[in-house]
């Protein structure tokens, strides 16, 4: 079925100039219905005051609030999205109005395409702003001049812009208020000036020796210092009582104008054609303050926060207690031992320029021991058992941290003859709650591993009081696979932070790369499936990804990831990729 169709005779005349404020009616083949206007109908430049819209038989009609006043010599752009429908089938009717206040309608336009920084995924509904105020504060204080929204690829197209220097901005706005004006809204901008029309002509001109041969459309990426838009001139000036030939609204959908109406551009007046314009989208690091805290357990101090607390310095009275900080995502948990719980002491948080004080409870530490018990911290997996990769060691993971353990109470079982070895255990010393216990297993037998009563001790001095088992079949080496991974064309001058993520994005491997222009590692016995390589510029050399900072002008950290090949069983994969940033 077709969308309804305008009828051009009985409606207000598209492209008018000189454009006094009236009711705009658009008037239809057939009955139409107005479909969620309020997000779906953009008028750039903005209104100071939302119109009515309304649908009144086979018209929709837009009435300016009687406060609104139009700004001098600007071409307006009413985009009515897919709010104008028919009755039957929903069809949407996508009409746009397009008027001057002034003596000619402009010509230019502005497209291009925000993904997401991290992911690089397109992001759907983002405001590309242009401003004529290049202020900083701009964004914040100000609506834009012209504007319009991505689609569902992330592409954009600001069309009849007028020539000048713009600061261009991108929002996903939480509030609807054309506003950066919350933390948690995600941007994106340009690190220079956009310049259009005559002023890009000049630019051109003075940098760019073409040797008489137009130049290639490039993308400009928002992270680049030197992203001021050049565009290239197109010499053919539109002549008079002629229809902007970049219009975006199909001929289908045009009013027909008179001749003393018609969109013009003055003689001399050049029409140009941009380069795109590709921006990521980013939400800048939030300040870290502390969420929560809970101190009624004697043994742990859980401080929870707003986000990751990697730059949360915690540090406390000294008392000579034992101290062990474990840092689990939002979370910090900071296990203690006191020889005597009678002596009030406080944690302390810094963030930033701020301390957080948190004071310890006292005399929690008899009723702590009375009903404390040192168990695993999660219970024996059902159904059969897993296999174990190759030349890997075990972990049994409990629920306060250790410091000791008595191999007379750690047996290792191999097979059904049930042979008893001999494996090497050790406390993990980073991860203070996980015992490892390596053997050089045997393929594709079963094993058991047995923490008899006492096998274990926890920093308060307690014991495991059941005997704990687990199960599990050594794998073969033909059950797993060898992957290895190669990166061409680092920067040695940079650091790099190169992970190997999952199907799920699941980090399985993390590699610190610094002064070299390439990396090579081999994963051997590594488990069959889907992965995806990540490279992380680390420009900050923190050993992490880096948001973007509108203020500190900081384009967020370029991500490269690269789906692998499948990984399957008893297969040798080599994955090697170039550091290549689009």
Known sequence: MEPP???????????????????????????????????????????????EIVRKKKTIQLRFDEREVLRDSATYVINFGQAIRDLTEGNAA????????????????????????????????????????????????ERPFYFTRTDKEGNFKVSNVKSGRFKAFALLDQNLNYRYDSDAEKIAFLDEPLLLGSLADEVFA???????????????????????????PVQDTIAPDTLLPDSPIPDTTLAESPESDTAFVPAGLATSRPRPINMRLFEEEKKLFLRSKDVNTYGVVKLTFNRSPYDANVTTDSLGQTLFIETEKDTIRLWYDLETDDVPWNVYVQRDTLTDTVAVRTGLKSAFLGRASLAT?????????????????????????????????????????RTLVQPNVYIDPEEKRKLWIAFPWKDE?????????????????????????????????????????????????????????????????????????????????????????????????????????YDLHLQPERVLRKTLDELRSNWELESEIDAAFE
């Not at 169709?5 to 139409?32: C, G």
């Open 377 to 417: 911290s999660a219970r024996p997996a059902t159904g059969p058992p897993a296999k174990q990769p190759p030349g890997t060691p075990f972990a049994v993971v409990f629920n306060h941290p250790l410091t000791a353990f008595d191999m007379a109470q750690i047996k290792v079982l191999e097979d059904t003859s």
């Open 445 to 549: 037998l079963m094993y058991e591993i047995r923490l008899l009563p006492a096998a274990v001790t926890d920093m308060y001095g307690l014991t495991n009081a059941d005997s704990t088992s687990r199960n599990f079949i050594a794998g073969a080496a033909k059950d797993f696979g060898t992957l290895t991974l190669k990166v061409n064309n680092l920067r040695p001058d940079t650091a790099w932070v190169i992970r190997l993520l999952d199907k799920n994005d699941v980090e399985q491997r993390v590699f610190q790369v610094d002064g070299t222009d390439s990396f090579q590692t081999t994963l051997h016995h590594f488990p069959p499936g889907s992965y995806v390589l990540e490279i992380i510029e680390d420009l900050d050399r923190n050993g992490r990804w880096s948001t973007g900072n």
């Open 94 to 141: 996508e009409i746009v109005f397009v008027f001057s206040t002034g003596d000619y309608i402009d010509s230019l336009s502005v497209e291009g395409r925000i993904v997401d920084a991290y992911t690089a995924k397109p992001v759907e509904n983002v405001l590309f702003m242009l401003y004529e105020n290049l202020a900083d504060s701009v964004v914040r204080k």
């Open 5 to 51: 169709k305008l009828d051009t005779l009985n409606s207000t005349r598209n492209f008018q100039t000189r454009f006094k404020k009236q009711t705009i009616v658009l008037a239809f083949d057939e009955w139409v219905e107005l479909r969620d206007a309020f997000t779906q109908v953009v008028v750039s430049p903005p209104l100071e005051h939302r119109p």
């Open 206 to 232: 003075d940098t760019v020796d073409t040797g008489g041969i137009a130049q290639d459309s490039v993308a400009l990426d928002s992270v680049q210092q030197d992203s001021v838009l050049v565009e290239t």
